[in-house]
């Protein structure tokens, strides 16, 4: 068994860390992948985008920059797309991938219900609750094959990812 240490911060180092970047810094190598970046926003690769575009013909990008908005009506930080109706849209969302992406994919099973067609782009983390809650059994689930490089970044995401859409009428 390695007794190394070296590779663990304890929950003080942790909470002290203003940022992911503070954080990186403390981590060794192969463990800060884990937090390569300083937001929680994941540009959508322009070629993902566009491929289920073709499928879908989306209306609206609930939660974007005005930098990186895929479709022509959207909403900002400034509008929260959590607090705007989607009734009736065919919804592109790629959410802020940090704590509050339960939120925004509980807001996605609701939309649907109401009529919306919500397409998805999340990360495969299927051992969390929003996953149990909303998208197993209520919605067509999408693997990814490899890992989805973001945006302008030089790397693949330390995560798989999924397409996870919400149709009114979805029967699983």
Known sequence: MNNDKSNILNQTQVENCESNSD?????????????????????????????????FNFTLDPCCSVANKKCSKYFTIAEDGLTQSWRGETVFMNPPYGREIGKWIKKAYE??????????????????????????????????????????????????????????????
């Open 23 to 55: 954080l990186r810094q403390k981590l060794p190598r192969k463990l800060a992948v884990h937090f390569l970046s300083n937001s929680n926003e994941w540009e959508t690769p322009q070629y993902l985008f566009d491929e289920l575009n073709k499928e």
């Open 111 to 172: 939309e649907s219900l109401n009529g919306a067609t919500v397409v998805c782009l999340i990360p495969a983390r299927t051992d969390t609750s929003y996953w149990h809650d909303y998208i197993f059994n209520k919605a067509e689930i999408r693997f990814l094959r490899g890992r989805v490089k973001f945006g302008d970044g030089k790397n693949s995401a330390p995560f798989p990812s999924a397409i996870v859409i919400f149709k009114a009428n979805f029967t699983g």
